[in-house]
């Protein structure tokens, strides 16, 4: 049993799991943020760009064709894009500004 739990520790420390549980948390944490933001600024932006009261999320355009309707969401998947793309460029800003990516360089 003790060999097992010195092999799980090497392994925690080699593969780094405890910096990437922590990458994770602030990452979670920093997409709820992003999120936010552009709930709060850029939806009502676009939404006045639009025209849509309701925001970007809520933006649809219903298609007919031959009797049958479609309803495309758009508006969410572009929702989705920007928050995605806000939420890499906080990442990227942070990493280079705190210089943690001199962190995971190994020391010749």
């Known amino acids: 049993m003790k ?3 010195k092999g799980f520790m090497e392994f925690v ?10 990458g994770l948390a602030i ?5 709820l943020l ?3 933001i ?4 850029i939806d009502p932006l676009v939404g006045l760009v639009i025209g849509n009261p ?3 999320a809520a933006a649809h355009w219903d298609v007919t064709v031959g009797g049958r309707q479609a309803s495309f969401a758009l508006g969410q998947l572009a929702y989705s894009l920007i928050v995605f793309l806000s939420v890499c460029l906080v990442i990227y800003l942070l990493v ?8 995971d360089k ?3």
């Not at 990452?27 to 997409?31: D, E, F, I, K, L």
């Not at 280079?96 to 962190?103: A, G, N, R, V």
């Open 27 to 31: 990452g979670t944490q920093a997409t």
């Open 38 to 41: 552009v709930t709060s600024i």
């Open 106 to 108: 190994k020391k010749g």
């Open 13 to 22: 420390r080699e593969q780094g799991v405890v910096g990437l549980a922590i």
């Open 3 to 5: 060999k097992q739990a």
């Open 34 to 36: 992003v999120k936010d």
């Open 54 to 56: 309701d925001g970007l």
């Open 96 to 103: 280079h500004s705190l210089k943690l990516d001199k962190l």
